[in-house]
């Protein structure tokens, strides 16, 4: 795994932790939060949050690789999130997911290597009447189709061309 | 301010509200991702424009997911009107017509919530309406859920305001005696529950609110905390009263943000009011809710993979006994109900066990909420009686399957559920029959299937999700369940035997016996069923290498009708991401199918007018054309 960009900025990992340093409200809500600030869990800081909370950090890493929401790596710019739930499923959403692979040319769960594009699957977004869905950055686009999804990457295409 | 005055300044404001004109905007999330905040914006500036004040109120979810983005305009002597799909460019006439005019601009409005003689539908007697019985979704999309005066003033809180003054054995009485059923899917009994919690010896006990909605495609815990957060709250601070808790915990999974946001709000809201903190209305009673976000595990639905996770730990369930009401969170006595269940707490207390007993079969009481969802006509949020049969949901509630096409089964339940095929269509639904069925209640999500759906498919696609989200502790889940997967790979891919099924069987069962909880137990679901009811279609999968519903891609090869394909036309040449498709202008398409990635877009492209793509299975169907060799001879263009 790369370990670029792990330089964080160790003044709001330093407030987060002294906020939740004796709240007793445990570990996943600290993990959400550092994710928050960071975009996803640097190893230098959930070392932290195991000094802080006096537990090993090996406990840290088994809830981080746990659930779904905790990211060991950094998003992309224009984060892609394609919905695999049930309805999505039944109108194609795979279909989507391969395309967005094919034309981002990264797999689920990847970064690109310029760093523009991440491409995820989530289990639901709670809106199947739109399905097929997938969500760039926050904007929903709802009733996509492998075609459809390539087209909406086009102005987040334009936007991250390097400038020179 | 003791409660009674609090409740009449309620009722004064929302009787004010009524004598002025206001916008209701269905902004839950399902209503945002369909446009809702675009057209609030719309009506601020069209307002600001016609300098007109009016109140724009961002409500939850009406449960018509088809129509959103809604709108409810209401003006004093008029007619309440609801308005469904509105864009931002549509704002202008809304205001325009009714806003300032008298024209109600019917041909945009779905109906009146009040009766009229005009050609224009009243609501509350759509057929939909006509079989559904709201009494946990009454509120959802008529009140302000950032606002607990909306809720006092009607009738909210006088539960738990009656609930204070009985003693705790009293209550748990009556929720006994209403016969509520846990809403979490398994149907224990709420009382029951209630009970052994008030029972347990410990001055320290806690109540929590599972509200981690992780199957995927259900979302009505989400809609009813978006919605009407003070009716789950409420009911969860009667069942702290009743077994004797100082804390309670809402699960919400992080996934729902504008959930989390609203109800965080009507906790806020609630403290100061005094309906929850120190000395509850007066009481004595000293209850504290508290917010504990979940990070995403559908096993952290299991009880005390929950508790593991409010606690900070990884979500793995555990052995019991000992029950959560005798050693919960934090090794205390602990009472563990769904969102809603909680729900019907208010209800049960304010109408008397017998409003809720009177109500559903005979050992299934009150309503089933339901999420709709698939190849339906009106995909939305649906709360129907106990024993409603599922041909009434499918057809009158849901308006059958779209686009003229057959119905072919309701997946009942998620991940944990089964198929239910059209013979029992007139099954009565309740927490016993759909059981037997081999499906369950679960989360309530229902996703309907038409002819285009692959049986084997669905079943690989909910035992693939299963696999990902096993936890790992029993070996029958984490392993079983893989070897089940990749059964079915091999079936969907062509390559399975047919003493393969026995084997498939025999494990489904195995992984049932030998799972610690629900997520293993009823994980092998969608595959029996699915054997059980679509037997035919594994078999044509194995033996013809047929996919009948033509779903399952390596049993498939898409192929250009030379006689419908139009030589003039390229869409399907220019789309291609392979490349695989051969002709230029003028000529007919063929598509190379070495080349061919099976993505779909040559289909999705065709003009209609020709349609000229199609899919084949068995793949030994596809007709052997000279152009087809040549192309390949080629390798294409």
Known sequence: ?164 | MIFEEIRKRAVAQWEALKNEAHILVGAATCGRAAGALDVIDAFKNELARQSIDVRIIQVGCIGLCYAEPLVIISKPESLRIVYHNITPDLVPRLVEGYIIGDDPCLELASGTLETDEREVPYIPELPRFEHELRLILRHCGYIDPENIHDYIANGGYNALEKALKMPPEKIIEEVKKSGLRGRGGAGFQTGLKWDLCHKANSKTKYVVCNADEGDPGAFMDRVILESDPHEVIEGIIIAGYAVGAQRGYIYVRAEYPLAIERVRKALRQGEEIGVLGENILGSGFNFHIEIAEGAGAFVSGEATALVAAVEGRRSEPRVRPPRLAEAGLWGRPTLLNNVKTFAYVPFIMRRGTDGFASIGTENSKGTAVFTLAGKIQFPGLTEVPMGTTLRRVVYDIAGGIRDGKQFKAVQIGGPSGGCIPENLLDLPIDFDSLYEAGSMMGSGGMIFMDEDDCAVDTARFFLDFTTKESCGKCTMCRIGTLQLLSILDDITTGKAKLEDLDLLQQLAEDIKMGSLCGLGRSAPNPVLTTMRYYGDEYKAHILEKRCPALVCKDLIAYYILPEKCDRACEHCVLVCPTEAIKGGKGEIKVINQEKCSKCGTCLEVCPPQYSAVVKISPVSKLPSSPTDKEASAQGGR
């Not at chain 1, 690789?65 to 049930?86: A, D, E, I, S, W």
């Not at chain 1, 310029?114 to 009447?129: K, N, P, Q, T, W």
């Not at chain 1, 869905?133 to 987040?156: H, R």
Request: proline fraction near 5%.
């Open chain 1, 1 to 164: 795994m790369k370990e670029k960009g792990e330089e964080i900025s160790t003044e709001g990992l330093q407030t987060i932790l002294e906020k939740h340093k004796n709240d007793g409200k445990g570990l996943i809500p600290i993990l959400l939060e550092i994710q928050k600030e960071f975009g996803y869990l640097p190893k230098e800081a959930m070392k932290n949050v195991a000094e802080v909370l006096k537990i090993k950090p090996v406990d840290v890493w088994g809830v981080a690789t746990f659930f779904n929401q905790f990211r060991l790596t950094p998003l992309g710019k224009n984060h892609v999130k394609v919905c695999m739930g049930t309805a999505c499923h039944l109108a194609g959403g795979r279909l989507v997911l391969e395309a967005l692979e094919r034309e981002l040319k990264i797999k689920v769960g990847e970064t690109s290597d310029d760093g523009h594009f991440s491409l995820e699957r989530v289990a639901c977004i709670g809106c199947c009447m739109l399905a097929p869905v997938m969500v760039i950055k926050d904007k929903i686009y709802p009733k996509m189709s492998s075609f459809k999804a390539e087209e909406s990457l086009i102005p987040y295409r334009q936007e991250s061309k390097p400038e020179d």
